[in-house]
Nanobody
Framework: QGQLVESGGGSVQAGGSLRLSCAASGYTYSRYCLGWFRQAPGKEREAVAT???????NYTDSVKGRFTISQSTSKTTLYLQMNSLKPEDTAMYYCAAGFGVRNWVRESDYIDWGQGTQVTVSS
């Protein structure tokens, strides 16, 4: 089991940009998958963007065209570039790691979670 540490959250106005980072350590098995989830106040946590073990990406519809997920070659750092931010993107953003992820939106497929980084978008 590894460790995930997020950074890069903050407060921005609508239309602005933020870049989140997640430092992943302690993963010795290469076929793990990293992804981003978020949880807004009063709502359930939802998948935002993830990689699968082949390096292919998944995005939830509400962020397509605005957010881009990327990772370092060594898979030790995960990024989420967020552009054209909207107030509805306000949430705590979490980095997650999983092995053998079959359903990229399913929380239970991920075994490790970071502490989260807060993103607040004002109108």
């Amino acid at each position: 089991q590894g460790q995930l540490v997020e950074s890069g959250g903050g407060s921005v106005q609508a239309g602005g940009s933020l870049r989140l980072s997640c430092a992943a350590s302690g993963y010795t098995y290469s076929r793990y998958c990293l992804g981003w989830f978020r949880q807004a106040p009063g709502k359930e946590r939802e998948a935002v963007a993830t990689f699968d073990h082949r390096g292919l990406t998944n995005y939830t519809d509400s962020v397509k065209g605005r957010f881009t997920i990327s990772q370092s070659t060594s898979k030790t750092t995960l990024y989420l570039q967020m552009n054209s931010l909207k107030p509805e993107d306000t949430a705590m953003y979490y980095c997650a790691a999983g092995f053998g992820v079959r359903n990229w939106v399913r929380e239970s497929d991920y075994i490790d979670w970071g502490q989260g980084t807060q993103v607040t978008v004002s109108s």
